[in-house]
């Protein structure tokens, strides 16, 4: 293989290990022979499940306790590389790995390569692909200077593909006092009840946006999505203006989602949106304004009023069942 | 209580982006205006002063060409002043060497706070704010959207992929701060004219002891595939059935 190690910073939730985070490890595993995730939990059986999607060794960060993540693991990582040659560290485009790559770039020196979406190998080094100007060209770029190079990678860049390997041999850090920078506390966790498929997995996506006029009108975008089987997401307008959590958000700060079926209501189709949904295999827009640039990408565009459309089109779905 | 807020100054994002064809460095010419991003931290920063009894807002920003008319904005919605890195040499700088410049126009003046937007409008790599913390030496509270000062300590909602963490931070430290934190004030008829007249320091790389090298490159730029548009109706009262022989048709329902 083209090189011989990488590491992966792997996030995990109360149901495992983050899917970007496989996503990641799989793409890792493609181009080097050795793939060491770091995780900031205990849980002995992420070993297997790392191990199957191509990690040979499993990093635990044991002394996170209430500090924040991304801060005590780029510590770890530091401590780690001396003495270690790594190729390429992998981070996704998350609050936690953001915070991680940017203080794990001050410590060795190095840029990170941000808003990945692909990579390829050239010669013995990695090419990113990033998409710019809301994925209207794609620029090449790589490292020039020493390793490890550093890349945030969006999600959904790469497939999660099990290659049914073994569990991963596990080793176990801490990383003690992290001085003024570990200062910083978490005092409680909040959780976003979420009922239905998950956002970032679910096969139709609804999204409402300013367009439905009022907080309130958000229920027709979640009911449509409901008789879908579908989820619900949202613009970054209406996360802004306080009518759903930012947990629903698509876009450049928010999710990015590949549905097969993507319906937007009453959302624009800013740059910063459509980086987010662009993937989704068939988009459907209903927006009042023709010239709306959300048209330019959408398989079925409704010049009109969502007012009027969605009840109607909920009222048709609902008297079919 | 001093706050230092990094404001952005960034062509008007109202025309599209170009990357020049041989450096491949983002054009920066004509009037650069205030990141909207930023207009959140200034205000955020201005709240807490006012709250805290007093102190000096101090902006940074790192710009070409003596940029200054987004930092007259900023200062016209209430900052005292600013320090201003304009450089030939800095131009194309990566997100680290943007870091390293702020810090150090940073330490030219005391601090208790350090204010970022989460990520800017038009590099958007989000990595700044926290390389300056780590470069400083403080704790960083990044994607805060709702923050508070008390006893010193800073109580911050953090935004997560799943909900919010409630941080606790004492002080000095950085926060950035995301869209909606707080609603920006518009500058006044009164604050656009003292703005004119506030102080604002500009300085070179050098002098900072900054020589920006390069370690990442751009390899080659090209166009991404289109996704063509498809049919365009406009609705006449039916278009629901359309939209249900559309998802027919792909087996949805
Ligand atoms: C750094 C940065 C990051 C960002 N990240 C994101 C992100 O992750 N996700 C995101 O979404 N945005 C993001 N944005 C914001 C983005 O630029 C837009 O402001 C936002 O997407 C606009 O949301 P909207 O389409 O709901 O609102 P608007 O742009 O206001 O659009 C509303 C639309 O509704 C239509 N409409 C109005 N009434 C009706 C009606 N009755 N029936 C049908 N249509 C109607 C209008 O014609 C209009 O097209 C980001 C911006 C920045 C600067
Ligand atoms: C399309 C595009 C892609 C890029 N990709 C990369 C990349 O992958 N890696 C990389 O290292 N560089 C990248 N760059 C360069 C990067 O944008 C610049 O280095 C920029 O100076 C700082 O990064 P940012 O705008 O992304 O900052 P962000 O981290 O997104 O900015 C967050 C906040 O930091 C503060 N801040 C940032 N820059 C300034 C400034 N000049 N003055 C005052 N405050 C500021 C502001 O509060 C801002 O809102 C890219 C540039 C472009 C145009």
Same mark, same amino acid.
């Given at each position: 293989m083209t090189l011989s190690k990488i590491w992966v910073f792997a996030e995990s939730t109360e149901s495992g290990i983050t899917s970007t985070s496989l996503e990641l490890i799989s793409a890792a595993s493609k181009f080097a022979d050795h793939v060491e995730v770091f995780v900031a939990s205990p849980e002995p059986g992420y070993s297997e499940i790392v191990g199957a999607y191509g990690a040979t060794k499993l990093i635990q960060v044991t002394d996170v306790n209430d500090r924040l993540i991304g801060t005590v693991v780029?510590?770890?990582?530091?401590?780690?590389?001396?003495?270690?040659?790594?190729?390429?560290?992998?981070?996704?485009?998350?609050?936690e790995g953001r915070d991680c790559a940017a203080r794990l770039s001050v410590k060795l020196d190095v840029p990170v390569l941000t808003n990945v979406v692909n990579l390829s190998v050239d010669g013995t080094r990695l090419v990113s692909e990033h998409a710019i100007f809301g994925g209207s060209e794609i620029v090449q770029a790589g490292f020039t200077g020493s390793s490890p190079a550093i890349f945030a990678i969006r999600a959904k860049s790469f497939t999660a593909e099990s290659r049914g390997g073994m569990p991963a041999e596990v080793v176990q850090v801490g990383v003690g006092d992290l001085g003024s920078a570990g200062k910083a506390r978490i005092v409680e966790q909040h959780l976003e009840e979420r009922s239905g498929p998950k956002l970032d997995e679910a096969p139709v996506v609804v999204s409402g946006g300013r367009g439905l006029g009022q907080a309130e009108n958000y229920k027709l975008v979640e009911e449509l999505a409901k008789l879908l089987g579908g989820a619900p997401g949202a613009s970054r307008a209406i996360v802004d203006a306080g009518w759903v959590p930012y947990s629903?958000?698509?876009?450049?700060?928010?999710?990015?989602?590949?549905?097969?079926?993507?319906?937007?209501?009453?959302?624009?189709?800013?740059?910063q949106h459509m980086v987010g949904m662009k993937g989704a295999k068939n988009i459907i827009a209903i927006n009042k304004d023709e010239d709306a640039p959300i048209f330019s990408i959408a398989d079925l565009g409704i010049v009109g009023d969502v007012h009027k459309i969605v009840p109607k089109l909920i009222e048709a779905l609902q008297s079919r069942t | 209580m001093n706050i230092t807020v990094c404001v952005k100054q960034i062509p008007d994002q109202s025309s599209p982006g170009?990357?020049?064809?041989?450096?491949?460095?983002?054009?920066r010419d004509g009037k650069l205006i205030l990141d909207d991003s930023?207009?959140?931290?200034?205000e955020m920063a201005l709240q807490l002063a006012a709250e805290a009894g007093g102190g000096e807002v101090t902006l940074v920003s790192m710009a070409p060409n003596g940029e200054v008319s987004g930092i007259r904005t900023a200062l016209a919605m209430g900052a005292d002043k600013a320090v201003l890195v304009s450089d030939a040499k800095l131009a194309g700088a990566d997100a680290l060497t943007t870091?390293?410049? *702020?810090? %150090?126009? /940073?330490?030219?003046?005391?601090?208790?706070?350090v204010i970022a937007a989460t990520e800017s409008t038009d590099g958007y790599t989000g990595t700044v704010p926290v390389q300056i913390a780590e470069i400083l030496d403080i704790p960083s509270v990044s994607f805060a959207k709702k923050v508070e000062l008390s006893g010193g300590i800073l109580k911050v909602q953090r935004q997560t992929e799943l909900g919010y963490d409630q941080?606790?931070?004492? *002080?000095? %430290?950085? /926060?950035?701060?995301?869209?909606?934190v707080v609603e920006p004030r518009y500058p006044s008829f009164k604050g656009i004219m003292s703005a004119k007249s506030k102080p604002v320091e500009v300085l070179e790389a050098s002098t900072l002891g900054i020589e920006p090298g390069r370690n990442q490159e751009i390899i080659t730029v090209r166009s991404a595939e289109e996704r063509s548009s498809g049919v365009i109706i406009t609705d006449e009262g039916?278009?629901?059935?359309?939209? /249900?022989?559309?998802?027919?048709?792909l087996k949805v329902i």
């Amino acid at each position: 293989m083209t090189l011989s190690k990488i590491w992966v910073f792997a996030e995990s939730t109360e149901s495992g290990i983050t899917s970007t985070s496989l996503e990641l490890i799989s793409a890792a595993s493609k181009f080097a022979d050795h793939v060491e995730v770091f995780v900031a939990s205990p849980e002995p059986g992420y070993s297997e499940i790392v191990g199957a999607y191509g990690a040979t060794k499993l990093i635990q960060v044991t002394d996170v306790n209430d500090r924040l993540i991304g801060t005590v693991v780029a510590s770890a990582m530091a401590q780690l590389l001396s003495g270690n040659t790594v190729d390429a560290i992998f981070f996704a485009m998350t609050p936690e790995g953001r915070d991680c790559a940017a203080r794990l770039s001050v410590k060795l020196d190095v840029p990170v390569l941000t808003n990945v979406v692909n990579l390829s190998v050239d010669g013995t080094r990695l090419v990113s692909e990033h998409a710019i100007f809301g994925g209207s060209e794609i620029v090449q770029a790589g490292f020039t200077g020493s390793s490890p190079a550093i890349f945030a990678i969006r999600a959904k860049s790469f497939t999660a593909e099990s290659r049914g390997g073994m569990p991963a041999e596990v080793v176990q850090v801490g990383v003690g006092d992290l001085g003024s920078a570990g200062k910083a506390r978490i005092v409680e966790q909040h959780l976003e009840e979420r009922s239905g498929p998950k956002l970032d997995e679910a096969p139709v996506v609804v999204s409402g946006g300013r367009g439905l006029g009022q907080a309130e009108n958000y229920k027709l975008v979640e009911e449509l999505a409901k008789l879908l089987g579908g989820a619900p997401g949202a613009s970054r307008a209406i996360v802004d203006a306080g009518w759903v959590p930012y947990s629903y958000q698509v876009g450049q700060t928010g999710k990015t989602v590949k549905p097969n079926v993507y319906i937007a209501c009453g959302i624009s189709g800013a740059t910063q949106h459509m980086v987010g949904m662009k993937g989704a295999k068939n988009i459907i827009a209903i927006n009042k304004d023709e010239d709306a640039p959300i048209f330019s990408i959408a398989d079925l565009g409704i010049v009109g009023d969502v007012h009027k459309i969605v009840p109607k089109l909920i009222e048709a779905l609902q008297s079919r069942t | 209580m001093n706050i230092t807020v990094c404001v952005k100054q960034i062509p008007d994002q109202s025309s599209p982006g170009k990357l020049d064809p041989g450096s491949h460095n983002l054009v920066r010419d004509g009037k650069l205006i205030l990141d909207d991003s930023d207009s959140y931290g200034v205000e955020m920063a201005l709240q807490l002063a006012a709250e805290a009894g007093g102190g000096e807002v101090t902006l940074v920003s790192m710009a070409p060409n003596g940029e200054v008319s987004g930092i007259r904005t900023a200062l016209a919605m209430g900052a005292d002043k600013a320090v201003l890195v304009s450089d030939a040499k800095l131009a194309g700088a990566d997100a680290l060497t943007t870091a390293k410049v *702020l810090a %150090a126009a /940073i330490k030219r003046n005391p601090f208790d706070l350090v204010i970022a937007a989460t990520e800017s409008t038009d590099g958007y790599t989000g990595t700044v704010p926290v390389q300056i913390a780590e470069i400083l030496d403080i704790p960083s509270v990044s994607f805060a959207k709702k923050v508070e000062l008390s006893g010193g300590i800073l109580k911050v909602q953090r935004q997560t992929e799943l909900g919010y963490d409630q941080v606790e931070c004492p *002080l000095p %430290a950085l /926060i950035s701060v995301t869209a909606g934190v707080v609603e920006p004030r518009y500058p006044s008829f009164k604050g656009i004219m003292s703005a004119k007249s506030k102080p604002v320091e500009v300085l070179e790389a050098s002098t900072l002891g900054i020589e920006p090298g390069r370690n990442q490159e751009i390899i080659t730029v090209r166009s991404a595939e289109e996704r063509s548009s498809g049919v365009i109706i406009t609705d006449e009262g039916d278009a629901h059935q359309q939209i /249900i022989e559309f998802l027919e048709q792909l087996k949805v329902i």
